[in-house]
């Protein structure tokens, strides 16, 4: 090997251990600040053989051999039946890495196709099914925590989609209760830029299972927000990030949601139920005497 090959390998380990300290320091941070993962927790991890839920077990796996609490993993793959899919992939990846594993076989895809017209977004019925499943699946292993593999890009996506075509505020929250109040959540790789996770998947060369179902709808939403997000990127570097901190500092009374602060109950210092705008900026209350124009009213010297 040439000098210049050694040194374009070095490179790309050093830029390999930088990633993966970035990696782990993100999803630590997100632990600790969410309260995600305790002692004795029992970890159900969705993988889907995708880039996020691969690289979310990973880390995951690496925290816990440094982690000063003691909690348990357990990797859950749903089979749904898909047209194609490579079903020994996963068992065999898993097998290798000796942890504990489910593979749960449901036939959400037919009852999927089953509903939705063709060339109709499959997305949201998907999920709720595959959802419902996981639950049970939760309870079956009597997991304490669901770690779901989305990241920061998805986080703002949520937050555009809601707000484009939903007409709210919201995005996906780090942690929370399920619907049905059984279950807490948590994205462990909630600051996670989705550049990273691409790049770390290629690094570790994951055995990616594409998802053909709705992979291949080109006019989904959330994929015109996705392009929107990049372009505003490539345009404004730093915008991304800029966008994700606003998230995580809301301030409720410069927005309009009566449920996040009281206006109704604002009152001056005094206590009358009025603006006092001398203590606006640069503006000075102008008295005026008696008459001196139409439609101003001077009041008293």
């Not at 630590?28 to 969705?46: N, P």
């Not at 749960?104 to 196709?113: G, L």
């Not at 998802?211 to 490539?234: A, P, Y």
């Not at 927005?255 to 009281?262: E, G, N, P, T």
């Amino acid at each position: 090997m040439n000098a210049p090959e050694h040194q374009t390998l070095e490179k790309q380990r050093r830029e390999a251990v930088k990633l993966e300290k970035r990696l782990c320091r993100q999803v630590g941070q997100a632990i600790a600040d969410f309260k995600m993962i305790g002692e004795g927790d029992r970890v159900m991890v969705c993988l889907s053989g995708g880039k996020d839920s691969y690289s979310l077990l990973d880390i995951l796996l690496k925290l816990r051999s440094r982690a000063s609490v003691n909690f348990e993993l357990i990797a859950v793959n749903l089979d749904q039946r898909h047209p194609g899919y490579p079903e020994h992939v996963l068992p065999d990846y898993l097998g290798k890495l000796g942890i504990p594993f489910r593979i749960e076989v449901q036939d959400t895809y037919s009852t999927v196709k089953r509903l939705i017209p063709e060339g109709k977004t499959m997305c949201s019925l998907c999920s709720r099914l595959r959802r419902g499943v996981l639950y049970r699946v939760a309870r079956e292993l009597g997991a304490t925590r669901i770690a779901l593999g989305h990241h920061r890009d998805d986080i703002l996506e949520t937050f555009f989609l809601n707000l484009f075509f939903g007409g709210k505020m919201k995005g996906m929250s780090p942690k929370l209760r399920s619907d049905n109040g059984e279950h807490v959540l948590i994205r462990p790789l909630a600051y996670v830029a989705e550049d990273d996770l691409e790049e770390w998947a290629r690094l570790r060369e994951f055995p990616i299972i594409p998802c053909d179902l709705c992979g291949s709808q080109e006019t989904l939403q959330r994929k015109q927000v996705k392009q929107m997000l990049r372009d505003w990127e490539r345009v404004h570097p730093g915008r991304t990030e800029s966008m994700f901190r606003a998230m995580s500092d809301v301030v409720g009374s410069h927005l309009m949601d009566r449920k996040l602060f009281d206006f109704e109950g604002l009152k001056s210092p005094g206590g009358a139920d009025r603006t006092d705008v001398s203590e606006l900026p640069d503006f000075a209350p102008i008295r005026l005497h008696r008459g001196a124009g139409p439609g101003i009213d001077p009041g008293e010297d």
